[in-house]
Nanobody, 127 residues
């Protein structure tokens, strides 16, 4: 069973930055594309972005494109979500997820493509 553990959430002012980490127990880590999702109170889970197993391809939701960056360190079995220029509407619980869908370059965007999920970490952006 793959376990994913997020860290790095917290309270930040609008315009600030945070970096979330997602440590994976999967071996090899490169068997999985890694995605980030978020869910605000009273709203549905929303796709944020994803990085392919290769680490060479990423895909982002329009709402975060140009502000958020996903990366992975395969030696450390960890994925990252760097969030810059944060806005109050980015406030949510952020979860990472792992997917074996598709090939080495696939960037899965649907919840149904992910088989393993972390518990989530709260990000709160104050205005």
């Amino acid at each position: 069973q793959v376990q994913l553990v997020e860290s790095g959430g917290g309270l930040v002012q609008a315009g600030g930055s945070l970096r979330l980490s997602c440590a994976s127990s999967a071996r090899p880590f490169t068997n999985y594309a890694m995605g980030w999702f978020r869910q605000a109170p009273g709203k549905e889970r929303e796709f944020v972005g994803t990085i392919a197993r290769s680490g060479t391809r990423t895909y982002y939701a329009d709402s975060v494109k140009g502000r958020f960056t996903i990366s992975r360190d395969n030696a450390q079995n960890t994925a990252y979500l760097q969030m810059n220029s944060l806005k109050p509407e980015d406030t949510a619980v952020y979860s990472c997820a792992a997917s074996t869908a598709g090939n080495y370059l696939h960037t899965p965007q649907r919840v149904s493509e992910y088989s393993h999920w972390g518990q989530g970490t709260q990000v709160t952006v104050s205005s």
